[in-house]
Nanobody, 126 residues
Framework: QVRVVESGGTLVNLGASLILSCEATGGTFNAWGWFRRAPGKEREFVANLDWNSVFPQYSSAVRGRFTMTRDSAKNTILLHMNTLKLEDTAVYYC?????????????????????WGPGTQVTVSS
């Protein structure tokens, strides 16, 4: 059974850095994504990494501040978040696509992923 778990969310000060981790077990995967849901808003795309891609993709809101890396041996990905802003406050979700499936939808679409974690809360305070 596939299990996806995020960790690392916490309360930080404005301008701080934070690293989120996502571990997936029970399967093999060919893509990973990070999404977030801010209070009162829809869930939005943050970053994506496909196994056949060299570079991750980022939303315009986080490009240049967030970096997504992977440890393929551990089926773990990290989201390095720098210069955090108040508007980065959200529940962050990790998602993966089964290696048995191919990419049909855009990386920024939540339909591109098969498994989701429960989320981890990041709160940026001034």
């Amino acid at each position: 059974q596939v299990r996806v778990v995020e960790s690392g969310g916490t309360l930080v000060n404005l301008g701080a850095s934070l690293i989120l981790s996502c571990e997936a077990t029970g399967g093999t995967f060919n893509a990973w994504g990070w999404f977030r849901r801010a209070p009162g808003k829809e869930r939005e795309f943050v970053a994506n990494l496909d196994w056949n891609s060299v570079f991750p993709q980022y939303s315009s809101a986080v490009r240049g501040r967030f970096t997504m890396t992977r440890d393929s041996a551990k089926n773990t990905i990290l989201l390095h978040m720098n210069t955090l802003k108040l508007e980065d406050t959200a529940v962050y979700y990790c998602a993966t696509r089964s290696a048995e499936n191919r990419a049909i939808y855009a990386p920024a679409s939540d339909r591109s992923y098969d498994y989701w974690g429960p989320g981890t809360q990041v709160t940026v305070s001034s």
